[in-house]
């Protein structure tokens, strides 16, 4: 039997296969993506940003349980943006999440940047794809939120959450970088440190100048204290809310729509990057042009250009 | 005259108002950079990374002063990818380098992510080409050094520095993000702070497992408290000495080249991707197709197959 099918029974050691075949970009791994993608899109994807320290891992822990008391089985993706080389930089967070290793409703996966030649963005929805497809209920997406990246992986996501702690500072500067527009809850956590008014007021400030009042969900702020499972079942309630007013409003056919916009756009991105790629380390003509651009007898615009002329007269892609 | 010209002889207005262009993408910019890239290659470019909380900023405010008081003139380019959206977000921390505003021997700009369409990598290149034009003896590039982007950025600098501090933890998670393989230079900054000699004896370590002993360049170790001003003569001598090192080992020649190479990669991919996300916003074809992706009727991989097709097709780049 295909490596899709078994997926589509939900066999974890074969989705753990596919993950790693998609990964290696082995050839017939893309064909079982296909063969998978008309069942995906049933599946829950709560993407979970927030600086490093904010608690984020703990989070998920929590709620990876919280689930699975509700019997829902769970996925989660850890993606590492800080690690463009050796994918080991914040893996010691998530050693607690391990624990759940054990259990076959939880099928936990990290990415890093390195191995997914084709970008993050298109691998983190290959592997929701791939979870989803597999029949997980809710999908758990954990990034740090620093670049753009991270961002556009919060995209593919139905609900977003920024997990902020109080007394760090580190929260204003989440928020400064954009966070407040796609956050449909912040949860402030560690809220047993200091300082949880003032975030809370301050957030509340920013988010009455920001919102526009006529949305069909109001961005939610939550006090949590992850590490003692407290706040944990209010959190719980209010992502349902948010799920239930997003197929209410319609906008989760709008959002369904965005995603695919967003990840042809990414798979295209990343089909011809390989190509360009391969061209500017294989090609003898573009070794030429090269010498020619260190020694400046040539600019880059002008080098570009030919090399695009060229990929559409062989058809090369 | 035109703009590129004005540069060339080094006018500050004309290059402020060419770096606009070329960001705000108007017509005739990149016709202006072709006339200046044959008279670029000749600036020092010094990449700066580091974890927010280095001291990054205040390092390059006594460099520049530094390389002022030898007569030479100063580029800065500033790199803030925490910030994909508002480019305010580490701003303040540049508050001290402003003092360096009124000296026309110092030209700063900030390069945020947004309005970079694209892409970050091309951009910095394009501000090192134009500041190298405009007769700049150094160019010191700053980034925080968290993203494949800001790794792509250190490649276009001839010596690349490593801020760190002793005390916070970070410095551990910079190192295993791989700078090791891009540091030319570590410089312990902050160095009256406790654990200064853990930092340095941890550091020689890693560098000892990891560094090719017949390298031309072993990576060296700097101490310096920059805002008292400490260890910055040593600094500039050793950024000295790695230049002559370069050079004398013919791996300028090399760099220059693999530059070059990927400068040619990010101007093809950029000139793609613009020509994609148009296409996915403004192609009705394309509209259909993600009608047909949103409700699963044809799966990502087959749908960029269908649009590369058409792209070549009609031959549109």
Not at 44 to 60: D, E, N, R, Y
Not at 124 to 151: F, K, P, S, Y
């Amino acid at each position: 039997m295909g490596l899709a099918k078994r997926v589509l029974q939900g066999d974890v050691r074969a989705t753990a296969r596919l993950l790693r075949e998609v990964e290696e970009e082995l050839p017939g791994a893309i064909d079982e993506l296909k063969v998978l993608y008309p069942h995906t899109g049933k599946a829950h994807v709560v993407g979970i940003t927030g600086a490093p320290g904010s608690g984020k891992s703990t989070l998920i822990d929590v709620l990876i349980d919280a689930y699975r008391k509700e019997n829902k089985t769970v996925g989660v993706i850890a993606i590492d943006p800080s690690s463009p080389f050796s994918g080991g930089a914040i893996l010691g967070d998530r050693i607690r999440m391990q624990r759940h290793a054990t259990d076959e409703g939880v099928f936990i996966r990290s990415l890093a940047t390195r191995g997914w030649h084709g970008g993050l963005s298109k691998a983190a929805a290959n592997v929701i794809h791939i979870m989803d497809a597999m029949g997980r209920d809710v999908i758990l997406v954990e990034t740090v939120g620093v670049g753009q990246a991270e961002v556009d992986i919060m995209n593919f996501a139905h609900t977003s959450l920024v997990a902020l702690v109080p007394g760090t500072g580190d929260w204003v500067q989440t928020l400064k970088a954009g966070i407040l527009e796609i956050a449909d809850i912040f949860v402030i956590n560690k809220a047993d440190k200091q300082g949880v008014n003032e975030v809370e007021v301050e957030l509340q400030a920013m988010l009455q100048m920001g919102a526009p009042s006529a949305a069909a969900w109001k961005p939610r702020i939550l006090l949590t204290e992850a590490i003692n499972n407290k706040g944990i079942d209010d959190l719980m309630e209010v992502i349902r809310q948010h799920r239930e007013s997003l197929i209410a409003s319609g906008r989760y056919e709008a959002y369904l729509r965005e995603r695919s916009r967003l990840e042809l756009v990414e798979v295209l991105k990343s089909s011809l990057m390989d190509r360009v790629s391969r061209m500017a380390t294989e090609d003898d003509y573009v070794e030429k042009l090269i010498d020619d651009l260190a020694s400046r007898r040539v600019d880059p615009y002008s080098a570009a250009s030919d090399v695009l002329k060229r990929i559409v007269q062989e058809g090369k892609f």
